[in-house]
């Protein structure tokens, strides 16, 4: 995922510019750490709360920080203003939650420990904490159950098998595919449209065929789902919407 940017090194240009960027401070604050690691200036905008943070190689002056966000300006601004609309979203769905496109509401109660749905509404624990990690777990056993046929299919159709199937829980990485053909997928993908969650079991389904993403992939792809460019598209706008 994009979030993350580099800062091409400090140039003649850059120099001369320096003086007129000063004169207007970027409307948001960052932080800097330093990184043993890092081997040149990286920007980093926190896909839920916006927030920026400047990460420099260790021996870098600290007035690369600056320089980097002058840089980068509109790509921060970009990035925090759709952290600030992945946030209105997620406040504006208050009592349910989201699946598959449809959206389930919320029914607290007293004792209940575990998740159960009910039609279109779910019955959950009371509480904010205990909420949230029972609803995870539903979401993880759902998970399996949606994803196992729709992958037996996709694979089918690329004619190739895979060996196993894994639920993870991680923040932007939706799915992947080991050359061995283990397949993982990301639970929160069934926060996020039908034809979304199809458009990533398709997509790791083809790399049983073909691993890299080179035009062979995409040829492919294009086969398997015609018109994949917008679950494709949908996801990389809106991944970080995709949170309890
Ligand atoms: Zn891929």
Not at 111 to 121: K, P, S, Y
Request: net charge positive; with cysteine.
């Amino acid at each position: 995922m994009a979030d993350r940017r580099a800062a091409s090194g400090a140039s003649c240009a850059r120099r001369t510019l320096r003086g007129l960027m000063a004169e207007t401070a970027p409307p948001f604050e960052y932080t800097v750490r330093r990184s043993d690691r890092a081997r040149r200036v990286r920007v980093r905008v926190d896909p839920r709360d916006g927030a920026v943070e400047v990460i420099l190689p260790r021996r870098a002056p600290a007035r690369e920080a600056a320089a980097a966000v002058d840089q980068l300006r509109g790509w921060i601004e970009r990035r925090r203003a759709q952290a600030a609309a992945a946030q209105a979203h997620i406040a504006a769905r208050a009592g349910t939650v989201p699946y598959l496109g449809a959206r389930m509401a919320l029914v607290p109660e007293a004792g209940r420990t575990r998740v159960h749905r009910h039609g279109d509404a779910l019955l959950v624990p009371a509480g904010d904490a205990a909420v949230r990690a029972a609803l995870e777990r539903w979401y993880r056993r759902q998970a399996r159950t949606e994803i196992a046929p729709r992958l037996d299919a996709a694979a089918a159709a690329v004619g190739k098998s895979y060996t196993k199937l894994t639920i993870r829980d991680q923040r932007t990485r939706w799915g992947s595919c080991s050359s061995a053909g283990a397949m993982s997928f990301n639970w929160r993908l069934l926060l996020a449209p039908e034809v979304v969650l199809e458009y990533v079991v398709r997509h790791e389904a083809a790399h049983l065929a073909v691993l890299d993403h080179s035009p062979r992939f995409w040829a492919l792809m294009g086969r398997l789902m015609p018109g994949y460019e917008r679950p494709r598209r949908w996801l990389r706008d809106h991944g970080a919407t995709l949170v309890l």
